[in-house]
Structures are given as structure tokens and as C-alpha cells.
């Protein structure tokens, strides 16, 4: 036992290093963009990346905190993965964007919209998996598309 208390002093730092290299490595590759095209949003960033878009814009309002706000936002994400880009998504966190989440009466959380040329065409609240995203989308596709 005293064997196995001396190498783990004398290895210590090793051990925290790999597993700091390990945290990292899964925090930035669940936190990078990996070729998606999911924009967050600020309050001073929404006008600019949602309400001047040509592209109709998928908005999912939530909070890091909120449980059905992360598996959206998973949804959202495989949905991105396999879409061919001609809607735009975009997150904002209420918490730390409050003026748009106002503005647009986000009082429950995920709450979805479906934005064209800044109007709000469609609406959600509650949590939503990928097939159900992409049939949303679909049923509002008459609104965007000649």
C-alpha cells in the first residue's frame, strides 16, 4: 500500500495532466461547431444575424440549465448535420440575452420560432427531437419558398 501511495505521489502531476487533457478534449469537441452552421445569439447580435437574414431562421430561445433546452438543442444539431443549410439556426440564452426574450414574450423555455425576413412565422414551446424540427419546418416551407 505505502508502494502504491509513493507512485501516485510521484506520478501525480501526469495523472492531472491527462485527465485535464482529457476534459478539454471532450468539452471542445462536444463544444465546437464541427461544421455546423448553429449560430449563438446576443441581444446586440439578433438584429443583425435573425431579423436581416434572407434565409428563413430557426430561433430556439432556452438556457444552459433547462434539460429539454439541451436536447433541442442536440436535436438541433443532427439536424444541422444532415440539412443543406437553407434555413439558418440560431440559440440565444435567455439568461444572458433578456431584451430579445422579452421582446418576443419567451415566458417558458425552449421556445422555437421560425423567422423570414424578420417576421415571426411560426412558434413552438416545449422540446423537440430532430424529426420533429424537420417537419415543423417543412409545414412552414409554403411561407419561404415560390
Known sequence: MKNAIQALNQYS???IGALLVGVCVVYFSQNQNSGRRIEPSTDAEFHELVVKETRPVL??????????????DTALAKYEDTSSGDVKVVILDVDSNPAVSRHYR???IPHLFIFHQGKVLDERVGGMDTEEIRGWLKS????WKN
Open 13 to 15: 502531476n501526469w495523472i
Open 59 to 72: 430561433v430556439k430561445f432556452g438556457a444552459t440549465w433547462c434539460p429539454p433546452c439541451r436536447s433541442t
Open 106 to 108: 419567451v415566458s417558458s
Open 140 to 143: 412552414n416551407e409554403k411561407h
